[in-house]
């Protein structure tokens, strides 16, 4: 077989994972979005982790070749830590430890399969999860207390804006009361 095939058969066979990665991700829009900084760190966090996790395998890909797509998972990963995208890089982290931990091992032919870089892959993929969700921690906690910050701050100026609606309703009462009491003064002088 010439190597212009076998790449092909690998292109297929990613293109097949990463449309079903891509759609159980789409399945999952209902849940708690993680860019929300109103939920808390945690929420945010578990919200990322549930990404990983609809991972679905098929009987017909051969572990094999589950592990070399897992390869490439990794180094995209990787890349995105690089690049500062800790949010991709941990759904990407998550959804490997899904398929390589949780589900790869149902595959009926799972244990047939002699794989060398299987312990490699998971001894890179579980610290470095860690490490970024402490990270993603870190960030999503600054984000929630600039945004309670400012919910604060608008709480507090809502608060003077109706004490001052309050004062001016106060004066308007008592320019009415006076008003009033001027009236009846002058309707009382002329008798």
Do not use: W
């Not at 395998?57 to 572990?63: A, V």
């Not at 794989?115 to 990270?135: S, Y």
């Not at 009361?177 to 002088?189: D, K």
């Amino acid at each position: 077989m010439d190597t212009s095939k076998i790449l092909g058969f690998f292109k297929v066979i990613y293109d097949h994972i990463k449309l079903q990665l891509d759609f159980d991700t789409q399945k999952l829009a209902a849940m708690p979005d993680h860019t929300d900084v109103s939920l808390s760190p945690e929420e945010r966090v578990r919200a990322l982790s549930k990404l990983g996790c609809n991972i679905t395998i098929n009987e017909d890909i051969t572990p094999r070749r589950y592990f070399r797509s897992g390869v490439e998972m990794e180094r995209m990963a990787s890349v995105y830590l690089d690049e500062g995208n800790l949010e991709n890089a941990f759904v990407l982290y998550n959804k490997f430890i899904t398929l390589f931990v949780e589900k790869l091992p149902n595959h009926r032919d799972y244990q047939q399969c002699e794989i060398p870089e299987k312990q490699k892959l998971k001894e890179v993929a579980f610290p470095r999860t860690d490490d970024l969700k402490k990270d993603l921690l870190k960030k999503y906690n600054l984000e929630y207390q600039e945004y309670m910050r400012d919910i604060n701050e608008r709480k507090a100026e809502c608060l003077k804006k109706m004490e001052q609606q309050q004062l001016i309703e106060a004066e308007k009462k008592r320019v009415a009361q006076l008003r009033q009491q001027q009236i009846e003064t002058e309707q009382f002088s002329f008798f």
